[in-house]
C-alpha cells in the first residue's frame, strides 16, 4: 500500500515527524508531497523546495526512519481545485491513500475516488509553521518545535535572516 501526504513543509517540524512515523506504522511506502514547491522568499514561504526537501530527507535520517519506504516529491501549485488531484498525479508515483486533516484536499481526492485518512493533530498549536515563522521573527525560541536535523539547514542557509529581512516593508 503506497500513501500520500502533502504538506508545505515551511518549516518541517516535530508534528509532521509524529505523523509521518505514524503513516508508515499503516502503510509499506510513503510519498510525501511539498506542496507550494514553486513558492520560496516570502514570509509564508520563506524556504525553497530543495531546502524544504533536505530538511524533510535529514530529519528523517535523524529519526532512523527507512528511507526505502519514503520518496519525497516537489508538488507546484496550480490554483485550479477541480484540476489538482490529476495535477498532484503528474507529480507523483501511484498511491492509493491520501493522508490529510484539510477539508478541501479531503473532499477532491474523495470525489476522485481515493481513500482519505485523518490523522491527529500533534500540539497543533505549538507544531505549525506559521507559529515557528513568528517566533524566528519575533526573535524567541523555535528550535525545540523541530528536528535538530531542521535547525542546521536552517542555520546553514541563514533562513531566519532571510525571514526577518523579507518580512520588512520597503516603506518607511
Sequence with gaps: MRAILIGRFQPPHLGHMEVIKKILEEVDELIIGIGSAQESHTVQNPFTAGERMLMLLRSLVEEGLDLSRILVVPIPDINNNALWVSHVLSFSPPFSIVYTRNPLVARLFKEAGFEVRSFPAY??????????????????????????????????IKGVERLKEISQSDTA
Design 123 to 156: 500540539s497543533r498549536r505549538e507544531y505549525q509553521g506559521t507559529e515557528i515563522r513568528r517566533r524566528m521573527l519575533a526573535g524567541e525560541a523555535w528550535e525545540h518545535l523541530v528536528p535538530k536535523a531542521v535547525v542546521e539547514v536552517i542555520k546553514e
